[in-house]
């Protein structure tokens, strides 16, 4: 019983703190990171061991994609992006540009400080091999890919 009665008065405790704090009027101080623009005005052009190659020509002022020439060529086939073929809908927190074709066919640029990526997401309908193709990593102070570093 004295067992019983302890366990009761422990959640009793317990039931109170949490109705106490999802009843303060303080809400919890959420920040997140300020994100980098995306400027870049290059080309990168580089190819993987297994022959996996990109091939872009990318010019983004301002987080406003001003030109675009993307090609894929994961080993499964090759895949064309074009600016033309894509509406720019988003500026933040990442530029997003959708396809014309296919709503939900996007690609993404962001600077994470370092560098400059670019990557697409549910193109299948545009691009078969899409979910084979990996993100572009660019230098924006050298206006090229982005040199792999070892850690």
């Not at 990996?134 to 206006?143: E, F, V």
């Amino acid at each position: 019983m004295k067992f019983t009665s302890h366990i009761l008065l422990t959640g009793a405790a317990l039931a109170s703190v949490a109705l106490l704090n999802a009843c303060s009027t303080v809400a919890p101080s959420i920040t997140s990171p300020r994100s980098l623009d995306v400027s870049f005005n290059g080309a990168c052009e580089q190819r993987e061991e297994d022959n996996y190659y990109d091939n872009i020509k990318l010019k983004v002022n301002n987080n406003v994609v001003e030109q675009m020439e993307w090609t894929a060529n994961p080993r499964q086939g090759r895949c064309q992006f074009n600016l033309a073929n894509f509406n720019q809908v988003k500026t933040r927190p990442q530029v997003d540009l959708q396809s014309k074709t296919d709503r939900k066919c996007h690609i993404y640029m962001w600077n994470n400080g370092q560098y400059i990526s670019v990557s697409v997401l549910n193109c299948q309908k545009v691009c078969k091999p899409n979910n084979h193709i990996l993100p572009i990593l660019l230098n924006d102070r050298t206006g090229s890919c982005a040199q792999k570093t070892s850690h």
